[in-house]
């Protein structure tokens, strides 16, 4: 402490800055009785010499203040030179330290590694999706617009229905909620080419999209007012198409391409960047342009709000301007405007929230870890920094060198991170399932870098001061006495590596229960009876109207293919339906029961309605529990089969076969007679089982999308003729061959997918917490080696040593364990939604989750216990 005193007196004293001006006063009155005795040599009278040699020096206040100047940034350039230099001295002599404990330094930046690469590549695809959903100017005001049913969806999923022209106009000619309102759709259509037709993925918008996107054709132009007043047959084709198949030629403005039956005229080109919000992720090939004026249009909506608009006025200030244009009451009007940010609209939005959470969790963990490794390192370093101490060296050059052996050691694991963050990306978006395609623009963020970074190196030079503040602490002549701590020392410092410790365990228990309510969750999925045979199912989809087939014709073309896959080895049934598994239709209104009240006008909803021939039951495999197939198959046929759980509702106990129900709107609808009742199907995969009402009615005469279910026992191979057999009737655009095996496997694809990626953050958070508490006890072992060594000299049997190992490992275990399952009540929120056949308070979930947290303690235990056994008594006491 005097010393540290005398030394910054010292410095004060010699860099003191009046030091430096009485310097140049001196210097320039030599300078000046210098000149004077020359110029008294060459003859200037005496009396007058002193005064000639100022005036030829100048101006004594400018040169002086220069002097000061320039003295001042030579001291600043040799403090600069010094710190370098003793800068570089710390480097070197801090990778010379690191070098001699590889594996307390592998150990540490690989955790620092793991963390960061982790997190990474999580929040890079929450920061793309999420909070930068929509790359348009101000996006944080962007919004998407459309409508939902007033009351009495009761389906499970949300209902989205697109506004009409009118309400759009009227949108954009009252709102003051908004800056701007654009309609804009997407979807596929026929290019027309020299070959077949070839589908391309087209967009159409308003002339102001362009603007609103804050993006301009990079040839040509875009849109115009005046190209809807003339018809609207241009077209802007997007850049990857125009380079694909134009070759990239600026000579394409001005040709035409046929989408559809329609011919349209090139006028630019845009840039491959520019998407759709919400729109599949393919690149948009063909844009055209949307007239707000043409009713029969339907279209989506995107708005930017005006700054300080909120999202709730905006809402109720489109209902009103809805209910005046329709000629609805305010309070009665059908549907309700719904105005939500495009990240709620994600598909996976609660699953990312979910991940975010839980690779945050896993960043603590790394820093626990981290700042654990960091505060046994500087335990272990006493005698050393004690003999520095000794030698001279002050408190702040002891911290500047164990804060510059934190950042290297942050360095290494943030250049390792950043690896395996892109790594971990690149993994991200390669495994991901089909259902999850808009994780393909996921890009590693800079930003999210950057705060995982400075957390780590925050992290790492907390508790580096930490270290040398409690070296600081205790005495140079306490520590070079003795290589081993005081009691009272020993004990703090065991009480903060072991905070640590419980804290990692308690966070990885957390995880750990997560992973396994959602593993059992996965597992309930594969394992749900879905009420049909998937196996053997195949769906072809036939767009009869795509292919300007006529009403009166389709029958023929629909009974000529149906027949023909009859005729193909290995088939064994064969259904017309008007859906297939993996989608729904519905039909709005109020589901009445003859004989029982009329439900409320609110209680309207939308009600799942299959069209099916009476063969459909056998091909997909569903049981008819009570009554019969179809009897009448014609327009006119007034007859419906129900679905068991809609039968139990009603009917407990006895038959519904005979009643009658209706799905009225008008009132004027006819009454359907039940001729049987099928059980429960859900044909949209297990994670959207539900014993909702389904109706099955018998298939419209002039079916304009029919799908043919074949079940064949053949495979794949068998159903490989049949879109040689479509286009041999006629069928030759879009038609769809599914394996409805693969589409049931792909609805809980994203389910898995997630789980697989909690999973993976577990075990990385389990192994971290594992190697913390495997640290503590190696540290607590060899610190008590003496004792260690007198207890067995004294008779204590090799097993009571190991049992106080592992009994101490045990405890932090335990405690971790608790504290995270506590956690992990609250914590589980967070999945809810996701769980599927199990309650976010499973027990057997958290019984799990504290048993594997425990196993892997003790695990970690072993090997210091195994070295506590191998103490010999001697050789320890001899050692102190």
Same mark, same amino acid.
């Given at each position: 402490?005097?010393?540290?005193?005398?030394?910054?007196?010292?410095?004060?004293?010699?860099?003191?800055?009046?030091?430096?001006?009485?310097?140049?006063?001196?210097?320039?009155?030599?300078?000046?009785?210098?000149?004077?005795?020359?110029?008294?040599?060459?003859?200037?009278?005496?009396?007058?010499?002193?005064?000639?040699?100022?005036?030829?020096?100048?101006?004594?206040?400018?040169?002086?203040?220069?002097?000061?100047?320039?003295?001042?940034?030579?001291?600043?350039?040799?403090?600069?030179?010094?710190?370098?230099?003793?800068?570089?001295?710390?480097?070197?002599?801090?990778?010379?330290?690191?070098?001699?404990?590889?594996?307390?330094?592998?150990?540490?930046?690989?955790?620092?590694?793991?963390?960061?690469?982790?997190?990474?590549?999580?929040?890079?695809?929450?920061?793309?999706?999420?909070?930068?959903?929509?790359?348009?100017?101000?996006?944080?005001?962007?919004?998407?617009?459309?409508?939902?049913?007033?009351?009495?969806?009761?389906?499970?999923?949300?209902?989205?229905?697109?506004?009409?022209?009118?309400?759009?106009?009227?949108?954009?000619?009252?709102?003051?909620?908004?800056?701007?309102?654009?309609?804009?759709?997407?979807?596929?259509?026929?290019?027309?080419?020299?070959?077949?037709?070839?589908?391309?993925?087209?967009?159409?918008?308003?002339?102001?999209?362009?603007?609103?996107?804050?993006?301009?054709?990079?040839?040509?132009?875009?849109?115009?007012?005046?190209?809807?007043?003339?018809?609207?047959?241009?077209?802007?084709?997007?850049?990857?198409?125009?380079?694909?198949?134009?070759?990239?030629?600026?000579?394409?403005?001005?040709?035409?391409?046929?989408?559809?039956?329609?011919?349209?005229?090139?006028?630019?080109?845009?840039?491959?960047?520019?998407?759709?919000?919400?729109?599949?992720?393919?690149?948009?090939?063909?844009?055209?342009?949307?007239?707000?004026?043409?009713?029969?249009?339907?279209?989506?909506?995107?708005?930017?709000?005006?700054?300080?608009?909120?999202?709730?006025?905006?809402?109720?200030?489109?209902?009103?301007?809805?209910?005046?244009?329709?000629?609805?009451?305010?309070?009665? %009007?059908?549907?309700?405007?719904?105005?939500?940010?495009?990240?709620?609209?994600?598909?996976?939005?609660?699953?990312?929230?979910?991940?975010?959470?839980?690779?945050?969790?896993?960043?603590?963990?790394?820093?626990?870890?981290?700042?654990?490794?960091?505060?046994?390192?500087?335990?272990?370093?006493?005698?050393?920094?004690? %003999?520095?101490?000794?030698?001279?060296?002050?408190?702040?050059?002891?911290?500047?060198?164990?804060?510059?052996?934190?950042?290297?050691?942050?360095?290494?694991?943030?250049?390792?991170?950043?690896?395996?963050?892109?790594?971990?990306?690149?993994?991200?978006?390669?495994?991901?399932?089909?259902?999850?395609?808009?994780?393909?623009?996921?890009?590693?963020?800079?930003?999210?870098?950057?705060?995982?970074?400075?957390?780590?190196?925050?992290?790492?030079?907390?508790?580096?001061?930490?270290?040398?503040?409690?070296?600081?602490?205790?005495?140079?002549?306490?520590?070079?006495?003795?290589?081993?701590?005081?009691?009272?020392?020993?004990?703090?410092?065991?009480?903060?590596?072991?905070?640590?410790?419980?804290?990692?365990?308690?966070?990885?228990?957390?995880?750990?229960?997560?992973?396994?309510?959602?593993?059992?969750?996965?597992?309930?999925?594969?394992?749900?009876?879905?009420?049909?045979?998937?196996?053997?199912?195949?769906?072809?989809?036939?767009?009869?109207?795509?292919?300007? %087939?006529?009403?009166?014709?389709?029958?023929?073309?629909?009974?000529?293919?149906?027949?023909?896959?009859?005729?193909?080895?290995?088939?064994?049934?064969?259904?017309?339906?008007?859906?297939?598994?993996?989608?729904?239709?519905?039909?709005?209104?109020?589901?009445?029961?003859?004989?029982?009240?009329?439900?409320?006008?609110?209680?309207?909803?939308?009600?799942?309605?299959?069209?099916?021939?009476?063969?459909?039951?056998?091909?997909?495999?569903?049981?008819?529990?009570?009554?019969?197939?179809?009897?009448?198959?014609?327009?006119?046929?007034?007859?419906?089969?129900?679905?068991?759980?809609?039968?139990?509702?009603?009917?407990?106990?006895?038959?519904?076969?005979?009643?009658?129900?209706?799905?009225?709107?008008?009132?004027?609808?006819?009454?359907?007679?039940?001729?049987?009742?099928?059980?429960?199907?859900?044909?949209?995969?297990?994670?959207?089982?539900?014993?909702?009402?389904?109706?099955?009615?018998?298939?419209?005469?002039?079916?304009?999308?029919?799908?043919?279910?074949?079940?064949?026992?053949?495979?794949?191979?068998?159903?490989?003729?049949?879109?040689?057999?479509?286009?041999?009737?006629?069928?030759?655009?879009?038609?769809?061959?599914?394996?409805?095996?693969?589409?049931?496997?792909?609805?809980?694809?994203?389910?898995?997918? %997630?789980?697989?990626?909690?999973?993976?953050?577990?075990?990385?958070?389990?192994?971290?917490?594992?190697?913390?508490?495997?640290?503590?006890?190696?540290?607590?072992?060899?610190?008590?080696?003496?004792?260690?060594?007198?207890?067995?000299?004294?008779?204590?049997?090799?097993?009571?040593?190991?049992?106080?190992?592992?009994?101490?490992?045990?405890?932090?275990?335990?405690?971790?364990?608790?504290?995270?399952?506590?956690?992990?009540?609250?914590?589980?929120?967070?999945?809810?939604?996701?769980?599927?056949?199990?309650?976010?308070?499973?027990?057997?979930?958290?019984?799990?989750?504290?048993?594997?947290?425990?196993?892997?303690?003790?695990?970690?235990?072993?090997?210091?216990?195994?070295?506590?056994?191998?103490?010999?008594?001697?050789?320890?006491?001899?050692?102190?």
């Amino acid at each position: 402490m005097i010393r540290d005193g005398i030394r910054k007196v010292f410095r004060v004293a010699v860099n003191r800055p009046d030091r430096w001006e009485r310097d140049v006063d001196e210097e320039i009155t030599l300078h000046l009785a210098l000149r004077a005795e020359q110029l008294i040599a060459e003859g200037v009278a005496r009396e007058h010499a002193g005064a000639e040699a100022a005036r030829r020096f100048g101006s004594i206040g400018e040169a002086r203040a220069r002097l000061i100047d320039a003295a001042r940034h030579r001291e600043q350039r040799l403090q600069r030179t010094e710190y370098l230099a003793d800068l570089r001295h710390d480097a070197v002599f801090a990778l010379r330290t690191l070098g001699r404990q590889k594996g307390w330094t592998t150990v540490t930046i690989l955790t620092l590694a793991l963390g960061i690469g982790a997190t990474t590549a999580v929040f890079s695809v929450v920061s793309t999706l999420l909070l930068h959903a929509v790359p348009y100017p101000h996006g944080d005001r962007v919004v998407d617009v459309f409508q939902q049913p007033a009351s009495g969806n009761r389906t499970g999923i949300e209902v989205t229905i697109t506004p009409s022209a009118p309400t759009v106009r009227a949108w954009m000619a009252g709102s003051r909620s908004f800056e701007a309102i654009e309609g804009v759709s997407s979807g596929p259509r026929a290019l027309k080419t020299a070959d077949d037709p070839v589908s391309v993925m087209t967009a159409t918008v308003f002339p102001t999209f362009f603007g609103f996107a804050g993006t301009h054709a990079i040839l040509g132009r875009t849109f115009t007012p005046a190209d809807l007043d003339a018809g609207g047959r241009v077209a802007l084709l997007g850049e990857s198409m125009w380079r694909g198949r134009f070759g990239g030629d600026p000579a394409a403005i001005g040709k035409t391409i046929t989408l559809g039956d329609s011919l349209y005229t090139i006028i630019g080109v845009a840039p491959s960047t520019l998407r759709l919000p919400g729109a599949p992720i393919d690149p948009v090939d063909a844009w055209i342009p949307l007239d707000v004026r043409n009713d029969s249009l339907g279209m989506s909506v995107i708005g930017r709000l005006r700054p300080g608009a909120t999202i709730a006025g905006a809402m109720r200030e489109l209902d009103s301007l809805f209910a005046r244009s329709a000629g609805f009451a305010s309070a009665a %009007i059908p549907f309700k405007t719904a105005v939500v940010r495009p990240a709620q609209r994600v598909r996976f939005h609660d699953s990312l929230v979910m991940l975010a959470w839980a690779v945050a969790l896993v960043l603590l963990v790394a820093c626990a870890n981290v700042a654990h490794l960091l505060v046994a390192r500087s335990v272990t370093r006493q005698r050393e920094l004690a %003999i520095r101490d000794a030698l001279g060296a002050g408190r702040g050059r002891v911290l500047r060198q164990l804060l510059t052996e934190s950042l290297i050691l942050s360095l290494g694991g943030t250049v390792l991170g950043v690896g395996l963050g892109w790594l971990g990306l690149r993994g991200l978006i390669a495994l991901r399932p089909a259902s999850l395609d808009s994780l393909q623009t996921a890009r590693l963020d800079l930003d999210t870098l950057g705060l995982t970074i400075a957390i780590a190196i925050l992290t790492g030079a907390t508790f580096a001061m930490m270290g040398a503040v409690q070296a600081a602490r205790h005495s140079a002549n306490d520590a070079l006495k003795s290589g081993s701590l005081t009691t009272s020392r020993s004990r703090r410092d065991g009480r903060v590596r072991s905070l640590l410790v419980v804290s990692e365990l308690a966070l990885s228990g957390t995880l750990l229960v997560g992973a396994a309510l959602l593993l059992k969750s996965v597992i309930n999925l594969q394992r749900t009876d879905l009420g049909f045979t998937p196996h053997g199912l195949y769906a072809l989809s036939l767009p009869l109207d795509a292919n300007h %087939i006529a009403a009166s014709a389709r029958a023929g073309v629909l009974g000529g293919v149906v027949s023909g896959i009859r005729d193909l080895s290995g088939v064994q049934a064969v259904a017309v339906a008007s859906v297939a598994p993996g989608s729904r239709r519905f039909r709005i209104g109020q589901l009445q029961v003859r004989g029982e009240a009329a439900p409320a006008t609110e209680k309207s909803g939308f009600i799942d309605v299959i069209s099916a021939q009476p063969s459909y039951f056998r091909t997909m495999g569903i049981p008819l529990q009570a009554g019969a197939v179809f009897s009448d198959t014609s327009g006119d046929s007034r007859e419906v089969i129900v679905n068991a759980g809609f039968a139990r509702a009603h009917w407990p106990g006895t038959s519904a076969v005979g009643h009658q129900i209706r799905v009225a709107g008008t009132g004027s609808e006819p009454w359907l007679t039940i001729v049987g009742v099928a059980g429960d199907a859900s044909t949209d995969g297990p994670a959207a089982w539900s014993s909702a009402p389904v109706l099955y009615t018998p298939p419209a005469p002039d079916l304009h999308n029919p799908v043919i279910l074949i079940r064949t026992t053949g495979g794949a191979a068998s159903v490989a003729p049949l879109l040689a057999l479509a286009r041999r009737y006629g069928v030759r655009r879009s038609a769809d061959l599914e394996s409805v095996e693969d589409v049931i496997s792909r609805s809980i694809a994203a389910p898995r997918f %997630i789980m697989l990626l909690l999973s993976i953050f577990t075990v990385l958070a389990v192994v971290l917490a594992g190697v913390g508490l495997y640290g503590v006890m190696s540290y607590t072992v060899a610190q008590r080696t003496r004792e260690i060594g007198i207890r067995v000299a004294l008779g204590a049997s090799r097993g009571r040593i190991a049992r106080a190992v592992v009994a101490r490992g045990a405890v932090l275990a335990v405690a971790g364990a608790v504290i995270g399952l506590v956690g992990a009540v609250w914590g589980t929120k967070l999945i809810e939604s996701q769980l599927h056949g199990v309650t976010r308070l499973d027990p057997t979930a958290f019984i799990a989750g504290g048993c594997v947290l425990i196993a892997t303690a003790l695990l970690a235990c072993l090997v210091p216990a195994r070295r506590a056994l191998a103490v010999d008594p001697m050789t320890a006491i001899r050692g102190e």
